[in-house]
T-cell receptor, first 113, second 112 residues
Framework: KNQVEQSPQSLIILEGKNCTLQ??????????LRWYKQDTGRGPVSLTI?????NTKSNGRYTATLDADTKQSSLHITASQLSDSASYIC????????????FGAGTRLAVHP | DSGVTQTPKHLITATGQRVTLRCSPR?????VYWYQQSLDQGLQFLIQ???????AKGNILERFSAQQFPDLHSELNLSSLELGDSALYFC???????????FGPGTRLTVL
């Protein structure tokens, strides 16, 4: 069954600290994996897209890693800010294409001062 | 701002009623996607249109229907509404049938 699982479900950290979010997927065949940030009540915003051949990709304070062999990805947030408080969603397209996306349940991150 | 617009922002209605949600894709995008996000749940894919034609179908109920018009805007029609239909409904668009999707701000539907 094509699934995307994320952990932890929720996370609380202090401002300035780092954190790492995990994503495991069973979607096959695999073409790419995406991380989205979703503020409460808003639409998801793409942070990064990783293809099969990419191991690491950075977008500012966000760094995503991908291990296609173990079917795992992580999103590392450095020097967290209050504005990082949001849900982070791991997404994998179904059947190797882009049109149907399988969404993880997300990790809800709260950054406290 | 993703460039995708959705109206209305909020909608409150009663069970058994019918509503229409509207989405305008980014300029130049031919494909539109609809998603449902219930409270504290992940996004569920409903349906995709590409250049006016239905391209893919997800977990869309028979009470729901959608269409994409010649000007590429799309409407999602929800009928015989039930309490469980209360959710955020997102529209996304992409340039072609495959490609990065850009999400709109969503329509929050409350069924009382």
């Amino acid at each position: 069954k094509n699934q995307v699982e994320q952990s932890p479900q929720s996370l609380i950290i202090l401002e300035g600290k780092n954190c790492t979010l995990q994503c495991n997927y069973t979607v096959s065949p695999f073409s790419n994996l995406r991380w989205y940030k979703q503020d409460t009540g808003r639409g998801p915003v793409s942070l990064t897209i990783m293809t099969f051949s990419e191991n690491t990709k950075s977008n500012g304070r966000y760094t995503a890693t991908l291990d296609a062999d173990t079917k795992q990805s992580s999103l590392h947030i450095t020097a967290s800010q209050l504005s990082d408080s949001a849900s982070y969603i791991c997404v994998v397209p179904l059947s190797g294409g882009y049109n149907k996306l399988i969404f993880g349940a997300g990790t809800r991150l709260a950054v406290h001062p | 701002d993703s460039g995708v617009t959705q109206t209305p922002k909020h909608l409150i209605t009663a069970t058994g009623q019918r509503v229409t949600l509207r989405c305008s894709p980014r300029s130049g995008d031919l494909s539109v996607y609809w998603y449902q996000q219930s409270l504290d749940q992940g996004l569920q894919f409903l349906i995709q249109y590409y250049n006016g034609e239905e391209r893919a179908k997800g977990n869309i109920l028979e009470r729901f229907s959608a269409q994409q018009f010649p000007d590429l805007h799309s409407e999602l029609n929800l009928s015989s509404l039930e309490l469980g239909d209360s959710a955020l409904y997102f529209c996304a668009s992409s340039v072609v049938g495959a490609g990065e999707q850009f999400f709109g701000p969503g329509t929050r539907l409350t069924v009382l």
